[in-house]
């Protein structure tokens, strides 16, 4: 947008050198990706999360792994800011996505979360047609034309492999998809507007092998364009599509690291142990 | 011991299926009982007359319905008019917006007030919201007013049903998964985005369905309708003036009509077209929510 209207204001030539800046400069913050330190959650008193400092690499899949009740999908809300949902919970320390601390004072939660693409644990279409679940996103940012409308439900449809199987029914209500379609409907509806990250809280735990396969390949090809961070509850998905692993414990990292190193040459006794399967 | 268990178990089945079925029975039994009550009038004079003729006199045998159809209906639906924007943007509120110590205080508050006695708003009504049509809105309308209107008629129901609509909507509202509003919330949508495009959206057929017990609920009040509308029997032509809803027309004169046969059946024929008029509207109103639900199945 900025650059066409400056394309208007000087001439051809300023226009060129100011893309090539702002290309350098988008690629030296891109580079930075998510970047958390201090962070400490309280939810109800209870302390959720204890000190997180990490930074998580760009352009992979990250996946964070870990007991159930050891703050994963909590650590995820606090990405995109769905805490602010809930009064209860109290969050102190920085997070800083793309250099900037989403929770500093001048911050806009609505660009914070539109930088973000949610893939919850259960798809859950809205209460609309299959078209209409993935034009949302576009339209409450603005988006009226028609035309744009169409291209960019198409494009992402097609992108999730959806179109084929829908094409003729895409008027009718996304329920009635089954819930693999529905997933891949909600990961469409979530690139639709146009993320730099993709959030998943157990985006598969609730569908069968088949419909996870899928999934799980789109998670890889979106790596090459987005920054992917994924809760999961299987070890074994972890190892297949994941570059980095996080593993938390009772609201702490214990480790974090590559996922070959992770998983062939663990530090920590307690990663051994879990890997192991002595507790889950 | 095991034949024991099971014959208990049958015992109680069937003692159920038997009460439930009395409960079904009570129905038929009060519509059949005001049908062969109402049969006198119905047979002495036209039905259709009696529907569509506006002369209501009694001692003469002259016996129009019309003005109290009119009448209930009139006053109804003013009171859902006003009660629906009412009830749904508080509901939104306390859904979406309100802090849980708001909400804390407000949903006794709104039971409480569903479970005042109809008489008592009436009392009211006539305090406080007669006059003020009487005095400051009517004479910017009309000539003369006394007050005792359709209008007033409708604002006291209006505010006796706008608690029991909100607590339907509120549980229409909390049926709604959290996941859905949080998927739209995640995308970036404001909360009046969601609640429009989303939570309204998804409630349409519950907010029917509450507007239709409303409304059941409007067209049988008695008490506090009968206090504040002025009780005449005529079409009214405008919302300030008087009129008299079939409850009101009922609870008045029975009692006093004993010694005319034809004037009794005639209260026992309001009565059963009550009595129709809410069970059609009932089973109506179930079919087009079905309708609704099976084109968008949300």
Known sequence: MILTNQHQASGIHDSFIELNKAITLKKLIATQSIRIENLDVYIENQHILRDINLTIPEKSITCIIGPSG??????????????????????????????????????????TRKKMGLLAQRPCPLPMSIFENVAYGPRIHGIKKRKAVNQTVIQYLQYVGLWDEVRDRVRTSATRLSIGQQQRLCLARGLAIEP???????????LDPLSTKKIEELFVKLKEKYTIILVTHTLRQAKRIADHIIFMYLGKIIEAGPTEEFFNNPKKQLTREYLSGSFS | MRRLRAVKDKTVRYFMLGIAIFTILL????????????????????????????????????????????????????????????????????????????????????????????????????????????D???????????????????????????????????????????????????????KWQTVKKVILRRSVSGIIAATVLALSRAFGET????????????????????????????????????SMPSYESALMFSAFLLFIIVVLFNGLSRFTLNQIERRYQF
């Open chain 1, 70 to 111: 050891c703050g994963k999908s909590t650590f995820l809300k606090t990405l995109n800011r769905m805490h602010d949902e809930s009064p209860e919970v109290k969050i102190s320390g920085k997070v800083f996505v793309d250099d900037e601390n989403i929770y500093g004072s001048h911050v806009n939660v609505i660009d």
């Open chain 1, 196 to 206: 730099e990250y993709i959030l998943g809280d157990e985006a598969t735990s609730a």
């Open chain 2, 27 to 134: 129905l038929i039994v009060i519509g059949l009982s005001l049908f062969f009550k109402a049969l006198p009038i119905m047979k002495e004079k036209n039905l259709w007359v009696l529907l569509t003729s506006a002369d209501w006199k009694p001692f003469k045998g002259d016996f129009g319905f019309l003005p109290f159809i009119l009448s209930t209906f009139y006053v109804s639906f003013i009171a859902i008019i006003i009660a629906l924007p009412f009830s749904i943007l508080t509901s939104i509120y306390l859904n979406s917006y309100a802090s849980k110590n708001v909400r804390r205080f407000f949903e006794p508050v709104v039971d409480l007030l569903s479970g005042i006695p109809p008489v008592i708003y009436g009392v009211w009504g006539t305090l406080t919201i007669v006059p003020l049509i009487a």
């Open chain 2, 136 to 190: 400051k809105i009517a004479p910017g309308f009309v000539e003369f007013s006394t007050g005792y209107t359709v209008l007033a008629g409708g604002v006291v129901l209006a505010v006796m049903i706008i608690p029991l609509l909100i607590s339907i909507m509120l549980e229409v509202f909390r049926s709604i998964p959290k996941e859905m509003t949080d998927a739209s919330l995640a995308m970036g949508a404001t």
């Open chain 2, 223 to 258: 008490m506090a309708v009968l206090m504040v509308c002025g009780n005449i029997a005529q079409i009214p032509h405008s919302i300030f003036d008087a009129c008299y809803p079939l409850p009101a027309l009922i609870a008045n004169n029975y009692g006093e009509m004993l």
